[in-house]
C-alpha cells in the first residue's frame, strides 16, 4: 500500500492517506483504518484541516469531520460535501481560504461547506500562492495565473509555453 501524504494533528496522531483509505495512528495506540464512505473503500488523495474540520480528497468526493467529535478513530462519521463527487485531487490552504482541485475544474469551499466554482477548465491539479492576490494553477494542459479582485478570484491567463500537464507546482 502507498503512502501519498502524512500529518500530525494537535495530540500528536500521525494521520496517513494512501490508495486503500485513510489511516490514523495513535501516538499511544494502535494502527486504525478509517474509510469515509462505510460501503466503498476509497483511494485518498489529500487532507486539510481547516476551519476546524478535516477535510479528506478522494477519488469520489471531498468529504469533512469536525474536529471536535469525540468519536474514537474507527467510529467518525464523515459527511461528503454536496456536489463534490468526482476526482478530488488535491486541497490548499492559501490566504485562509480553502481550495479544492478537481477533475471538473477549482473550487473554494465555503465555510459552509459548499463548493463555489472558480472560473477554471475542468482538470485542475494544484493551486499555488505567488502573492496575496496572485495564484498558479496547475491543471491537465498547462498553468493558470488568477488573481484576486476584492472578494472574487478571476482568470488571468495561461503560462505562454507550457502546455504539458503541471500535476506539480512548488
Known amino acids: 500500500n502507498t503512502i501519498t501524504s502524512l500529518g500530525m494533528d494537535d495530540s500528536g496522531n500521525l494521520w496517513c492517506t494512501n490508495y486503500s483509505g485513510i489511516d490514523c495512528i495513535y501516538s499511544n495506540s494502535s494502527i486504525s ?101 496572485r495564484l498558479l494553477v496547475g491543471h491537465y494542459y498547462g498553468i493558470s495565473v488568477m488573481t484576486k479582485n476584492g472578494n472574487e478570484w478571476k482568470y488571468s491567463h495561461e503560462l505562454e509555453g507550457i502546455g504539458e500537464s503541471s500535476r506539480i507546482l512548488q
Open 33 to 133: 483504518w478509517i474509510f469515509p464512505d462505510r460501503r466503498n473503500q476509497l483511494a485518498i488523495y489529500d487532507l486539510e484541516e481547516w476551519n476546524n474540520k478535516t477535510y479528506i480528497a478522494t477519488n469520489n468526493g471531498l468529504y469533512y469531520i469536525s474536529n471536535t467529535t469525540t468519536e474514537q478513530c474507527n467510529d467518525v462519521s464523515f459527511k461528503r460535501i454536496s456536489g463534490s463527487t468526482g476526482e478530488c485531487w488535491g486541497l490548499d490552504v492559501i490566504n485562509n481560504q480553502l481550495f479544492l482541485a478537481h477533475d471538473q475544474g477549482g473550487f473554494l469551499i465555503t465555510n459552509d461547506n459548499q463548493l463555489k466554482k472558480l472560473p477554471l477548465d475542468p482538470g485542475v491539479w494544484k493551486f499555488l500562492s505567488l502573492q496575496a492576490d
